[in-house]
């Protein structure tokens, strides 16, 4: 394998930054994650945008436009021989010293990996995910705004050790209010009737874009398609759960908390839009 470090590709062994890079020390850093299909990136464009916001919020420049980074992905891809893969690009406020100013830091570190990703079993995508609700709430939005994809990801990681602990592969995350946010690496969208309803972003959740994609989806499917404050008693009574996110994609839900979710088995509105996600993903995209 080879990666992509500051304006050159090296094998994975000889891809090492420093021990006084800001985004190892402080989690200071910006990233992405984006998938590959058959020779086409999926919403390129769209997660560099966003990382460039997230940039810009964190006040880091990045040393490469946007342009320039398209490029790199594509040539991450390109030089691994990779067709459909998950690609890793991160940006990190550069090395410092071991004190938090930034001002220390005057060249930050850009990397791009690629390679292949399996989130879930294969088995879960057919059976579908049992969730857990944990007691780690999700970050106030104001202490950290969740659509800045920082590399500080110890929120999530601590709510990943309590669904571990319980004997469940994800958990889903309340707000100080207790309303349900997302999971630990995905959102989450329910489906009750014909109404297709997934919590709004102010309440501490990522505007995702596979989450966008789907949204787009079930319009196009003639859903009636709402961000709405949802509780537990909401997840517990609806027809049908499913998770996204970009290396998840859609993975059905089929109970909560040892509640079981409508049928118990994944329902025919997520299987119609995992179908017509796995369609988009054939036609939108960058060729490389």
């Not at 961000?227 to 027809?239: G, I, M, Q, S």
């Amino acid at each position: 394998m080879k990666v992509y470090l500051n304006g050159k590709f090296v094998e994975r062994q000889h891809a090492l930054v420093s021990v006084f890079d800001h985004g190892l020390l402080y989690g200071d850093g910006v990233f992405e994650g984006i998938r590959s299909y058959n020779g086409l990136i999926f919403k390129l464009r769209e997660h560099i945008d966003r990382l460039f916001a997230s940039a810009h919020t964190i006040m880091l420049a990045i040393p490469l436009s946007a342009a320039q980074l398209v490029e790199v992905v594509k040539a991450s891809l390109r030089v691994n021989k990779l067709r459909d893969a998950y690609i890793r690009l991160v940006v990190t406020r550069g090395e410092g010293d071991l004190g938090l100013d930034p001002r220390k830091c005057t060249s930050p570190t850009v990397f791009v990996i690629a390679d292949r990703i399996e989130l879930y079993p294969k088995k879960l995508y057919e059976q579908g995910l049992e969730l857990i609700t944990v007691a780690t709430q999700r970050n106030v939005p104001e202490a950290l705004n969740p659509q800045i994809k920082s590399l500080n990801y110890l929120n999530n990681i601590l709510a990943k050790i309590e669904a571990i602990n319980a004997g469940y592969e994800e958990a889903i995350m309340l707000s100080p209010s207790g309303y349900v946010t997302e999971c630990t690496g995905e959102n989450i969208f329910i489906v009750t009737g014909k109404q297709l309803l997934t919590p709004p972003p102010y309440i501490g959740v990522l505007r995702g874009i596979t989450r966008q994609t789907v949204m787009a989806l079930g319009t196009r499917a003639r859903l009636t398609v709402r961000e709405e404050l949802l509780t537990r008693y909401d997840l517990f009574n609806a027809d049908e759960c499913f998770l996204t996110g970009t290396a998840a994609e859609i993975v059905p839900v089929v109970k909560i908390d040892g509640r079981t979710i409508g049928s118990g088995k994944p329902g025919p509105v997520t299987r119609r839009l995992q179908k017509a996600f796995r369609e988009v993903t054939k036609t939108d995209g960058v060729r490389y």
